[in-house]
Nanobody, 118 residues
């Protein structure tokens, strides 16, 4: 059984940076990557970024492209943060299928709050 834990969230001013680690314990043999999603109050959980371990291919939502970077080790480096990036950020393990759909991910962490002030 895999357990994931996000950390590194907090309050930051617009234009600032944060680094969100995703710490994993245990192991799953049926996964091929991991990803980050976020959920703002009153909104659905949305895709942010994903990485496939074997190829190091990375995928990003248009809204974060050029500002966020996901590492093969699973951390999310966020730069040039905007107030609209405010949300709870979750990491999860990718099992199969599209990397942008949360239904294709498992072993979700509890999330870490990121708040960007204007």
């Amino acid at each position: 059984q895999v357990q994931l834990a996000e950390s590194g969230g907090g309050l930051v001013q617009a234009g600032g940076s944060l680094r969100l680690p995703c710490t994993a314990s245990g192991r799953t043999f049926s996964s091929d990557g991991m990803g980050w999603f976020r959920q703002a109050p009153g909104k659905e959980r949305e895709f942010v970024a994903a990485v496939i371990w074997s190829t190091a291919d990375t995928f990003y939502a248009d809204s974060v492209k050029g500002r966020f970077t996901i590492s093969r080790e699973g951390y999310l480096q966020m730069s040039s943060l905007k107030p609209e990036d405010t949300a709870v950020y979750y990491c999860a393990v990718h099992m199969s299928g599209s990397v942008t759909s949360p239904q294709n991910f498992a072993f979700w962490g509890q999330g870490t709050q990121v708040t960007v002030s204007s």
